[in-house]
């Protein structure tokens, strides 16, 4: 079994995944960029700014210099979606091994190439094995050991394998798949159905639109999926409808926050200020509407969505644009 590993970013999922890892017996390097929360975490074992209140375990080991990152046998990617070309470009300077399993856990799109993150590890690290690892997987849960399941992909079922026996504990299940590309449209796209829902709440809209929009994002996200090569059935698991429902109802959600504020009448510069962390949906919205355009794809609860976040369209608006489209059957594609 894998004795070692980095995660690359100290935020809240990163600690969480750090936690996990040490659980399960691994010496962990949390790589990040800012030395008082390393500080914190190597005297105090806690990072009480991204997750409050939660005992880190003694293996693990929080530096800024990626150097002792670049020498375990795996590496989580777990920064924002719009560092991530620049940590991984510091990671291959470092000197990580071509054998080094790289495992994406960031729910994004490259922002400069519109990539998915494996294609992005590719571009960057192209011998490297790479994995990703999603589902429904808030930071605060896994930080407290409550009950977690999660999917890996990977194109080879042995590196799938080995990972999975890593994040095999008593209150964390993984299960695997080939199809890296699905579980990663999942995990980038359900981050902007989250802010329509929590649109929808600031809104005070009630049950039945929110169960509504959560429904036909879903048809959205399937729709898109199969478009860039993505399996039905895995948009239908633990990283498509499973994250999806998670993210646009659960309290921890950052994204379903933005949204409630933006339901409420706050500007979108106003909501990420509150927020105080990054919520991946705002961006994914930008390089997910793009994406559809690119393969023709209808997506309206996408299109409204990036409206409102960078057309200035009122919430209210956006609305109502929604509900007097042209009447169509449930199953259109």
Same mark, same amino acid.
């Given at each position: 079994?894998?004795? &070692? %590993?980095?995660v ?15 659980? *399960?017996? =691994? ?5 990040g960029n ?17 997750l409050p209140?939660v005992?880190? $375990?003694?293996?693990?080991r ?7 990152? %670049?020498n ?6 777990v ?5 991530? *070309?620049?940590?991984l470009?510091q ?8 054998d %080094? ?5 960031? &729910?994004g799109l ?7 993150m ?10 490297n094995?790479?994995?990703v690892?999603?589902? $429904?997987?808030? %930071? ?14 990977c194109t ?10 890593v994040f095999?504990?008593?209150w964390f299940?993984?299960y695997?798949?080939?199809d890296?590309v ?15 829902a ?17 429904t036909?994002g ?7 999926g ?5 399996k ?12 999806l429902i998670?993210?646009?109802y ?7 926050r ?7 009448g ?9 927020? &105080?962390q ?14 559809? *355009?690119?393969k023709?794809v209808r ?11 960078y057309?200035? &369209? ?5 609305l109502?644009?929604? =509900? ?10």
């Amino acid at each position: 079994m894998i004795e &070692k %590993a980095a995660v690359l970013g100290a935020g809240s999922w990163g600690t969480a995944l750090a936690i996990a890892l040490g659980e *399960r017996g =691994l010496e962990v390097v949390l790589f990040g960029n800012e030395q008082e929360i390393a500080d914190e975490i190597n005297s105090r074992h806690t990072n009480e700014t991204y997750l409050p209140e939660v005992d880190l $375990p003694d293996s693990i080991r929080a530096t800024l210099d990626i150097e002792e990152a %670049a020498n375990c046998p795996l590496v989580l990617l777990v920064v924002p979606s719009k560092v991530a *070309r620049l940590v991984l470009t510091q990671l291959r300077d470092a000197g990580v091994s071509s054998d %080094a399993i790289i495992l994406t856990c960031t &729910k994004g799109l490259d922002p400069d190439s519109g990539d998915l993150m494996h294609e992005l590890i590719h571009e960057i690290l192209p011998e490297n094995p790479v994995a990703v690892l999603s589902g $429904p997987t808030h %930071a605060e849960e896994v930080g407290n050991r409550l009950a977690t399941a999660a999917v890996i992909g990977c194109t080879d079922e042995a590196i799938a394998e080995r990972v999975q026996e890593v994040f095999t504990l008593p209150w964390f299940r993984t299960y695997t798949s080939d199809d890296i590309v699905g579980i990663e449209i999942g995990s980038v796209v359900k981050n902007v159905f989250a802010i329509a829902a929590g649109i929808v709440d600031g809104l005070g809209l009630g049950d039945n639109a929110k169960a509504g929009m959560v429904t036909r994002g879903l048809a959205e996200m399937t729709r898109l999926g199969e478009a860039v090569g993505a399996k039905p059935e895995t948009l239908r698991g633990l990283s498509g409808v499973g994250d999806l429902i998670v993210t646009c109802y659960s309290i921890h959600s950052r994204n379903n926050r933005i949204g409630r504020l933006l339901g409420e009448g706050h500007s979108l510069e106003e909501a990420v200020a509150a927020l &105080k962390q990054v919520a991946e949906g705002v961006p994914n919205a930008r390089s997910v509407y793009e994406l559809a *355009r690119r393969k023709g794809v209808r997506t309206p609860l996408i299109d409204q969505v990036y409206a409102v976040l960078y057309e200035g &369209k009122p919430t209210g608006e956006a609305l109502r644009s929604l =509900l007097n489209r042209d009447p169509r059957s449930e199953t259109d594609d």
